[in-house]
């Protein structure tokens, strides 16, 4: 299976950017996606195909990268955004990476 | 609106079988593939299994093989999860979801439940 490593933790202040990566451990082309997930909430999808944003989401969240680094930024973050983040590949079999917990400070 | 609804989850003990249904709505369920994605508490989340339009084609995790069975009603516009011989290792929030693909971006997940809590103890 291809593995998906994410940093496990940030903590930014409101205004900032950040960018959170997602490493994996063989190419998968722009297969990646996006997904945050507020505490006791469902996942929900920000980021399909490593850089298309999904209908609805604002503009402040945008996806990069291609074959083995990806990156979400979030500029500027707000204090709602405050949530565990998952990048997902299905270029090999369908991996999902730990998650990084952003904290807004 | 898409809405995702998902239920039979419940404590069970190990050995036992469980059945997870989803309630879809607000899309024609009968275009879209379906999948069961789980998170164990305080962990990641986990591809368990996915389901094509008709039903026909179905794929599992390794973990899961000869024991879920993944199924859907296109009349009922509903999902299952049959889940056998049951492990403390299954224990989780599973979650239904839409599957999207293209053949470009691959395969991701569009809509999801609010998730069913399923827990394997003695």
């Known amino acids: 299976d291809t593995v998906l490593t994410q940093s496990p933790a940030l903590a930014v202040s409101p205004g900032e950017r950040v960018t959170i990566s997602c490493r994996a451990s063989?190419?998968?082309?722009?297969?990646m996606h996006w997904y945050q997930q507020k505490p006791g909430q469902q996942p929900k999808l920000l980021i399909y195909?490593?850089?298309n944003l999904e209908s609805g989401v604002p503009a402040r969240f945008s996806g990069s990268g291609s074959g083995t680094d990806f990156t979400l930024t979030i500029d500027p973050v707000e204090a709602d955004d405050t949530a565990t983040y998952f990048c997902q590949q299905s270029w090999n079999d369908l991996t999902f990476g730990s998650g990084t917990k952003l904290e807004i400070k | 609106e898409v809405q995702l609804v998902e239920s039979g989850g419940g404590l069970v003990q190990p050995g036992r079988s469980l059945k997870l249904s989803c309630a879809a709505s607000?899309?024609?369920?009968?275009?879209?593939?379906m999948a069961w994605v789980c998170q164990a508490p305080t962990k990641g989340l986990e591809w368990v299994a996915s389901i094509s339009t008709g039903g026909g084609n179905t794929y599992y995790r390794d973990s899961v093989k000869g024991r879920f069975t993944i199924s859907r009603d296109n009349a009922k516009n509903t999902l299952y999860l049959q889940m056998d011989s049951l492990r403390s290792e299954d224990t989780a929030t599973y979650y239904c979801?839409?599957?999207?693909?293209?053949?470009?971006?691959?395969?991701?997940?569009?809509?999801w439940g609010q998730g069913v809590m399923v827990t394997v103890s003695s």
């Open positions: 979801a839409r599957v999207e693909t293209t053949r470009v971006s691959g395969i991701y997940f569009d809509y």
């Open positions: 063989e190419s998968v082309s722009t297969g």
């Open positions: 195909g490593a850089s």
């Open positions: 607000g899309f024609t369920f009968s275009n879209y593939g």
